[in-house]
């Protein structure tokens, strides 16, 4: 069951292998002058997984996602664009419930006339049982089934069509429940919360995405 917990967040942690390699260099026994030379190749490999930082105060570049505010348990996700208002959707990412990522949501809403008020997506790890999809259950109430649409090296994405009722229960309540299930391990189910605190400010600020 560790194993599966771990599977979204690993590529972050191959991510950081070369810096902590370099770490572990810089602390050895000084070396001699040719083994001190630089090597451009191995240099430049270890400088792109490194950020030389900016400006904090730098306005975000055209089409680049950036963090707008984080309004209780959610962050307004926007991508930066030439209007006068980015479009932005609402984000968390859910842990094992010892601080190791392992799925996150994001939420948005949909014009008016259809079935579905919001739409949402939600990544789990790779290692999810797909036929036995996920569900979601508000403060203990009844859950609702959804099915996986598709996986990339990423993880597999659930796409969810929210009704006015269930965006009045993520309202109203306290935390939903998704339960995903492991393929190494059907016969389990992991359970991961979603805070709904600052759910009903972080919704009224949602663009709605034209679909």
């Known amino acids: 069951m560790s194993k599966f917990l771990k599977a979204l967040p690993i590529c972050a942690a191959l991510a950081l292998s070369v810096p ?19 090597d451009a190749g191995n240099a430049a490999k270890i400088e792109e997984q490194l950020s030389l930082g900016e ?27 030439e209007e006068e208002v980015d479009p932005c959707q609402m984000y968390q990412l859910l842990d094992d419930g010892q601080g190791a990522p392992v799925a996150e949501v994001s939420l948005f809403r949909l014009p008016e006339g259809g079935k579905a008020e919001a739409g949402a997506t939600i990544v789990v790890p790779l290692e999810t049982s797909l036929p036995q999809q996920l569900t ?76």
């Open 20 to 38: 902590q390699a370099l770490f572990a260099q810089t602390t050895a026994t000084k070396p001699t002058t040719e083994q001190a030379t630089p």
């Open 55 to 81: 400006d904090a105060d730098k306005d975000p570049e055209l089409g680049k996602p950036y963090t707008k505010e984080v309004i209780g348990a959610w962050e307004m996700r926007c991508i930066k664009t």
């Open 136 to 211: 979601i259950a508000v403060d203990g109430g009844k859950a609702r089934r959804y099915p996986y649409a598709f996986c990339n090296p990423v993880g597999c994405y659930a796409r969810l069509g929210l009704t006015p009722a269930d965006v009045a229960a993520f309202k109203r309540g306290n935390e939903a429940v998704i339960t995903i299930i492991p393929a190494i391990a059907p016969d389990q189910q992991v359970k991961l919360t979603v805070s709904l605190s600052g759910f009903t400010a972080s919704y009224d600020k949602v663009s709605v995405i034209e679909q």
